[in-house]
């Protein structure tokens, strides 16, 4: 597609509910990344794919958080037994190059996010 | 500890005035510096970044920023903003000789005065 796509765009879950959310990167791009934003904060990174491997999860607040990209294309972040504190804007990003063990030099595409309110 | 402050939660300018947007960091490597601008409903856009070289870079939508080592800043500037620049703007750095986890400020939102 022309653009980095996410869904649903808003999710309101109740506690204790699992959710899944879709990430399609740009067409082509080796790097994928999803970052949690809180309100009135920055990004903060999660996990890392270059193409279908998992390379940094480091950044996944709990063991309920769990991402795939299982043919290196479609990403889906999911949250199980979700909390309040999950709530949050789950941002997907993509970008050309990989970015083995520097900072990707490529620009880093995003998509609008997936505003997740848990009740 | 790494990390980068926008010291303004909250900018208003006039539309035409000049901006200055403030980013501090503090990081133990040779810092790559990024700014993003997040408009409503859209998702973040890079305005410009700095690798290394000229310390004064040029980006899209007539943005600047300078590097400074000095004082740890890279401030973004505008000669002249439009309405349309109204958005939330967001610093970043990263280093070559850790990975692609950006370090993120927590925004600064400006507000445009007609």
């Known amino acids: 597609g022309a653009g980095v796509s996410q869904s649903p765009r808003y999710k309101v879950a109740k506690r204790g509910q699992d959710v899944a959310l879709r990430c399609d990167p740009i067409?082509?791009?080796?790097?994928l990344f999803w970052y949690q934003q809180a309100l009135g904060q920055g990004p903060e990174f999660l996990t890392y794919?270059?193409?279908?491997?998992?390379?940094?999860k480091s950044g996944l607040p709990s063991d309920r958080f769990f991402a795939e990209r299982p043919e290196g294309s479609v990403s889906t972040l999911k949250i199980q037994r979700t909390q309040q504190e999950d709530s949050a804007v789950y941002l997907c990003?993509?970008?050309?190059?990989?970015?083995?063990?520097?900072?990707?030099?490529?620009?880093?595409?995003f998509g609008e996010g997936s505003r997740l309110t848990v009740l | 500890a790494q990390s980068v402050t926008q010291p303004d939660i909250h900018i208003t300018v006039s539309e035409g005035a000049s901006l200055e947007l403030r980013c501090n960091y503090s990081y133990g490597a040779t810092p790559y510096l990024f700014w993003y601008v997040q408009s409503p409903g859209q998702g973040l856009q890079l305005l410009l970044k700095?690798?290394?070289?000229d310390t004064l870079v040029q980006g899209i939508k007539g943005f600047e920023a300078e590097f400074k080592r000095s004082q740890s800043s890279f401030n973004l500037r505008k000669p002249s903003v439009h309405w349309s620049d109204a958005a939330e703007y967001f610093c970043?750095?990263?280093?070559?000789?850790?990975?692609?986890?950006?370090?993120w400020g927590a925004g600064t939102k400006l507000i445009i005065k007609p």
């Open positions: 700095y690798f290394s070289g």
């Open positions: 067409s082509g791009h080796v790097s």
């Open positions: 970043a750095v990263g280093a070559l000789d850790s990975n692609y986890q950006l370090i």
């Open positions: 990003a993509s970008s050309l190059g990989a970015s083995g063990g520097g900072v990707n030099t490529g620009e880093l595409f």
């Open positions: 794919f270059q193409n279908e491997a998992q390379l940094d």
